[in-house]
């Protein structure tokens, strides 16, 4: 059973459905960063694991096509964080609020045994894209390489070390390619959970299948924490859309086709 989506189902209303809930003309969403859920300390600096935090948050607003405006950051801090450790977090946080152009507007702290990092962003788009409507014949389409955050991912769990440049540690988000081709994208979600998963959830909403175009390794196809777009448009746009991507520099790959059926995610759970 997948508990995730039980308890989504749970909470039944218009909003919910999609990375972020659109609410007269502002978008709302919330990510939480856990210790030993998502990171550990020593895989990680403070700074790097406040600013990781953050770009997950955004990777919601951007594949909704929307610009963070203001952040309220929930902070569960260990009894012994020093300082210093603490003005590291904030600087982190900080900058990484900055580079993406939103403010830290409030929140909350308390005391923990683990390092916690809950955020909610609001965000601002006059065309938000939304799961859904796909439809048949759309083309199916990732950006950027898969599979890299795993393979770092069992390096880590191994007790090995991984570049700090890793997009496990660094999310590599595509803010400029969303911008130059929103126009022409009909659907679009983060890869959090998988490009298989997040497929299945897409396509499980639509009522809809895959034709793929060429086989997707499953090491690729399973790998979480991602932070790439998985998108559809229609095969119109095909050329405008890498055009856009070469000029945003941004890898794309067409993989798939929406069809009628069903597909199903045959990768393990990268959640509870």
Not at 114 to 137: G, H, M, N, Q
Not at 159 to 183: C, E, N, Q, W, Y
Not at 232 to 257: E, M, N, W
Request: glycine share 6%.
């Amino acid at each position: 059973m997948d508990k995730e989506l039980f308890y989504i189902s749970l909470i039944n209303n218009k909003y919910i459905g999609d990375d972020a809930a659109v609410v007269d003309g502002l978008v709302y969403s919330a990510d939480a960063f856990c210790e030993n859920i998502h990171f550990k300390r020593e895989w990680m600096s403070l700074g790097q694991i406040a600013a990781k935090a953050v770009a997950v948050n955004v990777s919601d607003a951007v594949a909704m096509n929307a610009t963070p405006r203001y952040a309220l950051v929930t902070i569960a801090i260990p009894k012994a964080c020093t300082p210093a450790q603490m003005e590291e977090l904030a600087k982190g946080l900080g900058s990484a609020c900055e580079e993406y152009g939103c403010q830290i507007i409030g929140g909350d702290t308390v005391a923990s045994d683990r390092l916690d990092i809950s955020i909610a962003l609001v965000s601002a788009t006059k065309r938000p894209i939304y799961r859904k409507p796909l439809r048949e014949r759309y083309l199916l389409a990732y950006t950027g390489d898969l599979g890299s955050v795993a393979k770092d991912l069992r390096r880590l769990l191994r007790g090995g070390r991984i570049s700090p440049h890793s997009k496990f540690v660094s999310p590599k988000l595509r803010t400029d390619f969303m911008r130059r081709a929103a126009r022409h994208i009909k659907v679009a979600m983060d890869i959090s959970d998988g490009l298989f998963d997040d497929l299945a959830k897409m396509t499980r909403l639509n009522r809809k299948g895959v034709h793929f175009l060429a086989p997707i390794p499953k090491a690729k196809g399973c790998s979480g924490e991602e932070y790439e777009l998985l998108f559809a448009f229609d095969p119109r746009h095909k050329y405008s859309i890498l055009a856009r991507a070469r000029a945003a520099r941004t890898p794309v790959t067409i993989f798939g086709q929406v069809v009628r059926g069903r597909f199903r995610n045959l990768c393990r759970p990268n959640h509870f």
